[in-house]
């Protein structure tokens, strides 16, 4: 199986200010790059709590954490991320957390995944494959062509997602879609447009690997938990590798940093308008040299925040 090569491993670091004593949670703990460099900043006072919904992920965590007693590891989705730190007793207490979003190259590049167009295997793409939540070739199986398409544009921004759905229905007539290779001929057959050094499912693949995984509800939902989590002075960092992720992640902070936008007339409390977020930057990008060496950097962009200690502002 191939490795991870962690992205803006240092300009991640530098925004989380790792201290030794500190408290720290990687949401994402993949094949551990982040993590591993967090351990080696951390002294032996100091907590890594790492989170992972991908089993084969968690089977390395706790691989490491046998030969760690800094590192605790769960299992499940970072969007139960206020109840594994409450279970963990560090509510308020966590220095930084790290979510490095999206898939790991070990889920990209293992067939028997289902993620990739480039190989043909199952086609299922669940971060979680032990979830109840079916995987795309179950879900295709039933779907309406209007669902389909909504799932393609809203999430692929797809361009030509009603065609792509009509051509994914008839398919289904003639044999069950579950394979990745047919779905990739079936999307490449439909596409009218393909663009320049682009593979024409690359779209489609992306909604649906968003969609199964409910990836931007969950973001979501770690954002609104964030702050009970952090201590004062707390830092988030978040990575993310397309538009719709980041899109949510700006607005997240530049909302926190101005304070709430209420509307006019409201009576409001100082509180309420007061700042909770200074920013660490404003979007930081791999530079060349990194993304020479990883490709899966080139779309990658890092923000981060501090959580600013009450009665500050700013
Ligand atoms: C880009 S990789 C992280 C790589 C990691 N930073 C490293 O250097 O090895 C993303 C990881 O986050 C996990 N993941 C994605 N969304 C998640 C979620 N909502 N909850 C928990 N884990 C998630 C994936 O299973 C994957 O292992």
Do not use: C
């Not at 957390?97 to 590049?109: E, F, I, M, N, W």
């Not at 902070?253 to 200074?278: H, I, M, N, S, Y």
């Amino acid at each position: 199986m191939s490795g991870h090569l962690p992205v803006l491993l240092r300009e991640t670091l530098d925004v989380l200010a790792v201290r030794p004593e500190g408290i720290y949670v990687d949401g994402t703990f993949g094949r551990g790059g982040h993590s591993k460099a967090i351990l080696q900043r951390l002294g032996p006072q100091g907590l890594l709590l790492a989170i992972d919904r991908d089993p084969e992920a968690v089977a390395v965590a706790r691989e490491l954490a046998s030969r760690d007693a800094r590192l605790r590891v769960e299992h499940a989705p970072f969007s139960r991320l206020a109840e594994l730190v409450r279970r963990h007793e560090l509510e308020g207490r966590v220095d930084g957390l790290l979510l490095d979003l999206g898939v790991s190259s070990p889920q990209l590049d293992t067939p028997e995944r289902g993620f990739g167009f480039l190989w043909d295997g199952p086609l299922d793409m669940r971060m979680n494959p032990q979830s109840e939540t079916p995987g795309v070739a179950a879900w295709l199986a039933q779907a309406g062509e209007g669902e389909i398409a909504e799932v393609l544009r809203d999430y692929g921004e797809e361009r030509h997602a009603r065609r792509i759905a009509r051509a994914i229905l008839r398919a289904r007539e003639e044999a069950p879609i579950e394979r990745t290779g047919r779905l990739a001929e079936i999307v490449a057959a439909a596409h009218p447009a393909w663009e320049k050094g682009k593979h024409p499912a690359t779209r489609s693949f992306q909604a649906l690997r968003i969609f199964v995984n409910r990836e931007l509800d969950e973001l979501d939902r770690v954002l609104a938990d964030v702050e009970g989590v952090l201590a004062p002075g707390g830092r988030l960092a978040v990575i993310s590798f397309h538009s719709l992720e980041d899109r949510r992640v700006k607005r997240f902070f530049k909302r926190g940093a101005k304070g709430d936008e209420l509307p006019r007339g409201l009576p409001v409390t100082a509180d309420q308008q007061r700042p909770r977020w200074r920013l660490l930057n404003r979007g930081l990008r791999a530079g060349e040299l990194e993304v020479a060496e990883n490709p899966r950097s080139r779309s990658a962009v890092l923000r981060a925040g501090e959580k600013l200690a009450y009665g500050e502002n700013g």
